[in-house]
């Protein structure tokens, strides 16, 4: 089972600034990485696919990059409905899983 | 536009058997290149893939939950199913169906992302 490790675990910022978020696997995914952003009370949401595919309807702010076992999500500049929790998900190996979240709390 | 919405029952007691529907409106199940999931969240474990199923009713399964589960597709209601047996308090979770999960062509398997999701159903299994 792939094992994917998020950090950091919370993220303080204020609107306007720069969030980064990263992903690692503990083995290659072939590229088969996404990201989600959940609000409390909602279900996740896809943002990226295929590591920096934007999802329908994604703002350009969002943006992921990297290969084989480490991946960033970049948001360039918060804004207020940003604040949430995002989860990186591998799609290459069964069984399909998860990292633990990173939430980006307000500062 | 696509939708899901999972139904079922939001109490089960320990040892039976939790069934829950996803209701797809808005397009056809049958759609190829797309599979069918249920996924789980709960505060301890996170986000937790169960399985999907292909409109063909092929089906994959996460292997720590192999043994206990089923999922069905009801092509002329557009519609599948997740019968999960032996609940514990372990399968309390917020239940979501999605689209995505992966699928195979004659030639290859290919893995997706969970494109679509339903609003997710409360299941607590207690006495």
């Known amino acids: 089972e792939v094992v994917l490790t998020q950090s950091p675990g919370t993220l303080s910022l204020s609107p306007g600034e720069r969030a980064t978020l990263s992903c690692r696997a503990s083995?290659?995914?072939?590229?088969?990485l996404a990201w989600y952003q959940q609000k409390p009370g909602q279900a996740p949401r896809l943002l990226i696919s295929?590591?920096?595919q934007r999802a329908t309807g994604i703002p350009d702010r969002f943006s992921g990059s990297g290969s084989e076992t480490d991946f960033t999500l970049t948001i360039s500049r918060l804004e207020a409905e940003d604040f949430a929790v995002y989860y990186c998900?591998?799609?290459?190996?069964?069984?399909?899983?998860f990292g633990q979240g990173t939430n980006v709390e307000v500062k | 536009q696509l939708r899901l919405q999972e139904s079922g029952s939001g109490l089960v007691k320990p040892s039976q058997t939790l069934a829950l529907t996803c209701a797809v409106s808005g397009g056809p199940i049958t759609s190829d290149n797309y599979s069918w999931s249920w996924i789980r969240q709960t505060p301890g474990k996170g986000l937790e893939w169960i399985g999907y199923?292909?409109?063909?009713?092929?089906?994959y399964f996460n292997p720590s939950l192999k043994r206990r589960v089923a999922i069905s597709v009801d092509r002329p209601n557009n519609q599948f199913s997740l019968r999960l047996t032996s609940v514990t308090a372990a399968d309390t979770a917020v239940y979501f169906c999605?689209?995505?999960?992966?699928?195979?062509?004659?030639?290859?398997?290919?893995?997706?992302?969970?494109?679509?999701w339903g609003q997710g159903i409360p299941v607590t299994v207690s006495s």
């Open positions: 199923i292909y409109h063909s009713g092929s089906t």
């Open positions: 295929g590591v920096s």
């Open positions: 999605a689209r995505g999960g992966g699928y195979c062509t004659s030639n290859s398997c290919y893995g997706t992302a969970f494109d679509l």
């Open positions: 998900q591998q799609y290459g190996s069964s069984p399909r899983t």
């Open positions: 083995q290659g995914v072939n590229n088969n």
